[in-house]
């Protein structure tokens, strides 16, 4: 994997963005932290940023009526928290708690539009970035709440 400047060789997030946009993208990071069971943002809030972990672990969990809040995957270093800054209605389709004690990256989803905005190949590199990461989350998602909430397999009468 790749070193990324005043970081980690394991931000897998940031390994699809060429090292010249990193140079640009990174001097908008600030570095943030989080305690153990912290609510990090609820599903329906407004997405105004996003975060690379550093270290740690944060679950993602999506409210289940008359049941509550269902993980449906747990994420860590390396992974990007938070993609719904980059489209409207830009409202997190998910929420997110840590389950230990988290560093991260911080971005502020709005100077990284502007950027993106300024250098449309880092705009792209950044987009097929959260796309892979949209994806990946969308099938866990899936295959987390078939095993939750999915048919039971009938068993057989002896």
């Not at 740690?56 to 969990?61: E, R």
């Not at 560093?103 to 502020?108: G, I, N, P, Q, V």
């Not at 950044?126 to 078939?146: K, M, P």
């Amino acid at each position: 994997m790749t070193a990324h400047p005043g970081g980690p060789a394991d931000a897998r997030m940031l390994d699809a963005v060429p090292a010249e946009h990193l140079a640009r993208l990174m001097p908008l990071a600030r570095d943030a932290a989080y305690p153990g069971a912290a609510r990090i943002f609820e599903e329906g809030q407004d997405a105004d940023r996003f975060w690379v972990i550093r270290s740690g672990t944060v679950a993602l969990d999506v409210q289940v009526p008359g049941r509550g809040r269902a993980v449906v995957e747990t994420i860590g270093p390396g992974d990007l928290l938070g993609w719904s800054w980059l489209c409207p209605p830009r409202q997190w389709h998910l929420g997110a708690e840590t389950r230990a004690p988290v560093r991260a990256w911080e971005f502020d989803a709005a100077a990284v539009r502007d950027l993106c905005a300024e250098h449309p190949a880092l705009g792209l590199a950044l987009v097929t970035a959260v796309a892979e990461t949209i994806g990946d989350r969308l099938r866990a998602t899936r295959t987390r709440l078939l095993d939750l909430y999915g048919p039971r397999q009938s068993r057989p009468t002896p």
